[in-house]
């Protein structure tokens, strides 16, 4: 069964920094191409950043650019999301999704095939 599962949420100061992973397991991990994507309430899901099956492309939103930064470690079937300086507008739940499209360069969600089930991520003080 294909698997992503999302770990590293929680709440953060503005300013603050967390780092999400997405564990993947039941298929081909460098078959696919990964994004993280997030949901605000009230507000449509989003791509922050996407990266290509090869792992050496990848795509940022424009809000979260220098930010944050997108990174995977194929040996554990593992991406990460590492995020700097946080803000307030930053708080959503943050998912993992895996697309076999080969389209990561538009980083959308319906694009995507497999999703986590999402961590949520608050920042506040």
């Known amino acids: 069964e294909m698997q992503l599962v999302e770990s590293g949420g929680g709440l953060v100061q503005p300013g603050g920094s967390l780092r999400l992973s997405c564990a993947a397991s039941?298929?081909?991990?460098?078959?696919?191409?990964i994004g993280w994507f997030r949901q605000a309430p009230g507000k449509e899901r989003e791509g922050v950043s996407c990266?290509?099956?090869?792992?050496?492309?990848?795509q940022y939103a424009n809000s979260v650019k220098d930010r944050f930064t997108i990174s995977s470690d194929n040996a554990k079937n593992t991406v990460y999301l590492q995020m700097n300086g946080l803000k307030p507008e930053d708080t959503a739940v943050y998912y993992c999704?895996?697309?076999?499209?080969?389209?990561?360069?538009?980083?959308?969600?319906?694009?995507?095939?497999?999703w986590g089930k999402g961590t949520l991520v608050t920042v506040s003080s």
């Open positions: 990266l290509s099956r090869s792992r050496r492309s990848t």
């Open positions: 999704a895996a697309s076999a499209s080969g389209r990561w360069w538009s980083c959308r969600p319906g694009d995507m095939d497999y």
């Open positions: 039941g298929f081909t991990f460098d078959a696919y191409d």
